[in-house]
């Protein structure tokens, strides 16, 4: 009866004390002492998930445009290519294998999109200066060289003649 007693005595004066049982912080299997590699967090505390680990990576496509400033504006196009240097010389090597001697690079761009816009009557191309100009598609890349398609030709029509896209290949791990 004494431990009875005894043991009352202990829990009423722990509740007037104010003193609360102590929770762990962690979640452990049965029999796994707190601490160990195999606990985890408590339920509901504030410990966030580590970040994601990357499955892959993004990899750059490259484009470029070269042309013949001369009347004949030939030109050569690359898409898709792993490098800009690479792009650039393909561009040049399609523009001169045209005979001309004269190419440049009009443009290059890398993940994104590109259209050539030119002059035109009904729809068919004509004599002038096209415009090439890059975009996030290949419609944004159609609405900004249009209207400047207009403005250097002095025409209110433009057709597309090129467009293609040099956009970013995910490689998984």
């Known amino acids: 009866m004494k431990k009875v007693v005894g043991l009352a005595a202990f829990a009423a004066l722990l509740a007037l004390s104010g003193a609360s049982p102590a929770f762990a912080q962690t979640a452990c299997p049965v029999g796994t002492a707190p601490g160990s590699a195999t606990c985890g967090p408590a339920p509901g505390g504030n410990v966030s998930a580590p970040p994601p680990t990357p499955v892959g990576e993004w990899l750059d496509r ?7 400033m001369s009347p ?25 294998s045209l005979g001309s001697t004269n190419c440049g690079i009009v443009l290059h761009y890398s993940n994104q999109c ?18 090439t100009r890059a975009g996030q598609n290949i419609e944004a890349a159609i609405a900004k060289a249009t209207p400047d398609c207009h403005q250097a030709n002095k025409t209110n029509e433009c057709t597309p003649i090129y467009s293609a896209c040099s956009l970013p290949v995910f490689r998984k791990y």
Not at 62 to 68: E, H, L, M, P, T
Not at 72 to 96: F, I, W
């Open 72 to 96: 004949s504006g030939n030109t050569g196009v690359a898409a898709n290519r792993l490098s800009r240097e690479d792009a650039e010389k393909v561009a040049m090597d399609k523009c001169r």
């Open 62 to 68: 490259f484009g470029a445009v070269a042309a013949d």
């Open 114 to 131: 590109v259209a050539i816009v030119a002059p035109s009557v009904n729809g068919k191309e004509r004599a002038g200066a096209p415009v």
